[in-house]
C-alpha cells in the first residue's frame, strides 16, 4: 500500500511538471526533476525527500541514514508511513527546492 501511495504521488508530479521523471536511487524507484533525484521510497517503506542541510526537523521528520558506520546523508530526510498525510506536502517542497537550485 505504501509504494502504492509513493507511485500516485510520483504520477502527479510527473503530469503536472514536464521536467519530472521516474527514476532510482540506491534501487529504490526515484523521482527526479531534469535527471536529479528530489524524492523516492525507501526500503524501509518511508519516503525520503532532498529538502537541503538546513531544513528544520518537526516532530515526524527524521534525517534519514541508510549506513550503519556513517552520518546521515546532508539534507536528506526520511517521513514514515503513518504521516503519509504529508508525504505530497514533502514532495512538493524538495521538487520546488530542486527547481530553484537549477
Do not use: C
Not at 39 to 63: I, Q, W
Amino acid at each position: 500500500m505504501e509504494e502504492e501511495i509513493f507511485e500516485a504521488i510520483r504520477q502527479v508530479l510527473i503530469s503536472e511538471h514536464t521536467q519530472v521523471h521516474k527514476g532510482q536511487i540506491m534501487r529504490s524507484p526515484a523521482i527526479l526533476y531534469n535527471e536529479k533525484v528530489f524524492a523516492f521510497f525507501s526500503r524501509k517503506r518511508r519516503m525520503v525527500f532532498k529538502l537541503g542541510e538546513n531544513y528544520p526537523l518537526e516532530g515526524d521528520v527524521r534525517p534519514f541514514n541508510p549506513f550503519k558506520n556513517k552520518g546521515p546523508m546532508k539534507g536528506w530526510y526520511e517521513v514514515d508511513f503513518s504521516h503519509l498525510d504529508r508525504w505530497q506536502r514533502f514532495a512538493e517542497k524538495a521538487l520546488n527546492r530542486m527547481s530553484q537550485d537549477g
